[in-house]
Structures are given as structure tokens and as C-alpha cells.
């Protein structure tokens, strides 16, 4: 069973800026989608950005409206890493980071999620 890795979380000054990472433990052949959500204390989780249409259109970045224009989510083909770089970061970001990847299942697609990794902006 393929697992997920998120790195890179921790405290940062409003404004600052953190690159999370998230990593697959083992090789996947097929790809629908790869996303970066976050759980803010008391809230749900919520979509922040992806890489959707992997297999049909080669990929494109999708952002959640509040962090578009500082936030940018990438991925390494060839490693199956995906990356997310926060930039000018706000208190209202701090939240546990989640990597979610859709891959091919029993019923069109399953998803793997990472364990999370915390993001704290504070001064």
C-alpha cells in the first residue's frame, strides 16, 4: 500500500513563507490527481490546491480563491513528489496540511492522503 509524506510544516511569521512536500512511498502508474488541503482547528477540511487532470489533459493547477497569488503547487513527474510553496502567509492559513492523491480503484478512483503536517503562522 502506497503511502503519503508530508514535510516541511512549522511557525512562521505573517508574511513569511514555507514549501511543503509530500511523498510517495512507493511508485504509482497512474495519477488522476494531486491535491493540498488543510484543517484549521474546529473546521472541516477544505481544498487549498491541486493538480487535476493528470491522465486527460496533462495536469493544471487549480487554488482555492483565498491563497491564489500566494500559494503555488507543483509536482515532480518522475519522483510522484507534489509541493506547495506559501508565500506572504497569514494567521488565518494556520492548519494541518494534508497531500491527497486520486488514483485509479475499485469504483473509478480511491484516494491516499498524508498523515498532515502543521502550519502555524503567528507572530
Known amino acids: 500500500q502506497v503511502q503519503l509524506v508530508e514535510s516541511g510544516g512549522g511557525l512562521v511569521q505573517p508574511g513569511g513563507s514555507l514549501t511543503l512536500s509530500c511523498a510517495a512511498s512507493g511508485s504509482l502508474d497512474t495519477i488522476y490527481s494531486m491535491n493540498w488541503y488543510r484543517q484549521a482547528p474546529g473546521k472541516q477540511r477544505d481544498f487549498v490546491a491541486g493538480i487535476v487532470g493528470i491522465v486527460t489533459n496533462g495536469g493544471s493547477t487549480e487554488y482555492e480563491d483565498s491563497v491564489k497569488g500566494r500559494f503555488a503547487i507543483s509536482r515532480d513527474n518522475a519522483k510522484n513528489t507534489l509541493s506547495l510553496t506559501m508565500n506572504n502567509l497569514k494567521p488565518e492559513d494556520t492548519a494541518v496540511y494534508y497531500c491527497?492523491?486520486?488514483?485509479?480503484?475499485?469504483?473509478?478512483?480511491?484516494?491516499?492522503w498524508g498523515q498532515g503536517t502543521l502550519v502555524t503562522v503567528s507572530a
Open positions: 491527497n492523491f486520486q488514483v485509479p480503484g475499485s469504483y473509478g478512483y480511491r484516494e491516499l
